[in-house]
């Protein structure tokens, strides 16, 4: 039978715990790595939203140093201060400002990001639609600073709240590169709407200005060619991704040639007004206002 959601989270809980990291969620950018490679040549990352530091760290631990020897070049941005870490480079500022962009180039020296990370979310209220709306904006900011510091050709991984009208976002991240994929790590719980973009090979259009003023995505694209165009061009492939040996909740398994049905040991209650309703159907019933 296959594991809880509660049942998950806390073999996780319990494994960050014993391996040293912050928080659970270091196994959720583990397991995308895994599936997709993130890490491959990777030697500057930047974390958005980065505290309390847990994909910091696995960034600290899992990239390769420079080609001259010295450890790779990690920032890590969030809002409130958070514990340092070992090779990170820690800004304490907004990531919808143009001179955080700057901050990150300048750590740089001028290079750009090869893997742009953000596992931000809102403190979310029980209501979807809104919580989705505000998920769907903090990944927008985070697209829009990665477009000022990731490099052609790089990656940008972001966290993402699965809707009905998730389909645009697709379309906006499609926009910019040109392999967009939906994950679910399963080391995230089954009755999550979380889900992860993992966006590779990143394109930007010919005349695309990376700007912090005007509103993201503008552009008046009329040709046959713009990605916005045609549902083949927003239909983004999902996998699950991390331990083979798990189930994933959004697929069905064929049961075994072996598998013997077994009658339930109770049966359903039977409302005592069932045979009635029965007989009265049939005619059966007398009517106790009849003669």
Known sequence: MGKTSKDKRDIYYRMAKEQ???????????????????????????????????????????????????????????????????HVTQIQGDITKKSTAEGVIQHFDGERADLVVCDGAPDVTGL??????????????????ATHVLRSGGTFVAKIFRGKDVSLLYAQLRTFFTEVTCAKPLSSRNSSIEAF?????????????????????????????????????VIVPFVACGDLGGFDSDMTYPIRETYTSLQPTQAPIRPAYQTAIEMRRRNELRDPRQP
Request: charged residues 20%.
């Open 197 to 233: 973009v993992v966006c590779q090979n990143y394109q930007p259009p010919e005349d695309y200005v990376p700007t912090m003023m005007n509103p993201l995505l503008d552009y008046p694209y009329t040709d046959e060619e713009n990605v916005l165009v045609g549902s083949n061009r």
């Open 128 to 145: 979807h639609d809104m919580d989705e709306y505000i998920q769907a904006q903090l990944l927008l900011a985070a697209l829009n600073i």
């Open 20 to 86: 040293g990291w912050r928080a659970r969620s270091a196994f959720k950018l583990l397991q995308l790595d895994e599936r997709f490679g993130l890490f491959s040549g990777v030697q500057r990352a930047v974390d958005l939203c980065a505290a309390p530091g847990s994909w910091s760290q696995v960034l600290s631990r899992e990239l390769q140093p420079l080609e001259d020897g010295k450890p790779p070049q990690i920032v890590a941005i969030d809002l409130q201060a958070m514990a340092p870490l070992d």
